[in-house]
């Protein structure tokens, strides 16, 4: 006797729905690990039949930070004036991007920038322990500094009456004796 499986198996496709909606989840925060400031949880958190929409905010950040070679140079010796420069220098760069993931059972997987700002870029380079060492006729000189540059961008996304992006960015510089 053979058996009708279509009678005999009941499959709930809300369950399934959601279960591979958490599934997706968990393998976007497991693959992403490295490149996620947080794993935020989908929103809404309970899902049931009536459940249509699914959003999963992804906030990305990279940081990379170098010690650039050390910059130092003789000036020379010119008669009574001698003179040697040298500085130690740190230079990082940190990219943050958030996006919303979002699942729709009538329109799919769509991509959001709906967060503000939805990319931020910042980057420092600080240099620090210059030194500038060496004599004028016979004084001795030896000067320690420290100085930067900071640079940022920032960029929003639409507001509701635009379809233009906003960008700002700031420059930023000191010096210290």
């Not at 009536?50 to 990279?62: I, R």
Request: charged share 20%; proline share 4%.
């Amino acid at each position: 006797k053979l058996i009708d499986l279509s009678t005999d198996i009941h499959i709930d496709w809300s369950v399934v729905k959601c279960k591979i909606v958490k599934l997706l989840h968990d393998g976007i925060c497991s693959i992403a690990k490295d490149y996620l400031k947080t794993c935020e949880p989908i929103v809404p958190e309970k899902c049931d039949s009536t459940t249509e929409e699914f959003n999963m905010t992804l906030p990305f950040q990279v940081a990379i930070k170098q010690k650039p070679e050390t910059i130092g140079f003789g000036l020379g010796s010119h008669g009574s004036l001698s003179l040697d420069f040298a500085c130690e220098e740190d230079a990082e760069l940190t990219v943050d991007l958030t996006l919303t993931l979002s699942y729709n059972t009538k329109h799919g997987i769509r991509f959001f920038f709906d967060h503000s700002p939805m990319l931020s870029i910042v980057a420092n380079l600080d240099f620090e322990n210059c030194d500038l060492a060496g004599s004028i006729i016979f004084l001795g000189l030896d000067v320690t500094a420290k100085a930067w540059v900071d640079a940022s961008v920032q960029v929003y996304p639409p507001n509701v009456t635009s379809t233009h992006f906003t960008a700002n960015a700031n420059v930023r510089t000191g010096f210290n004796s």
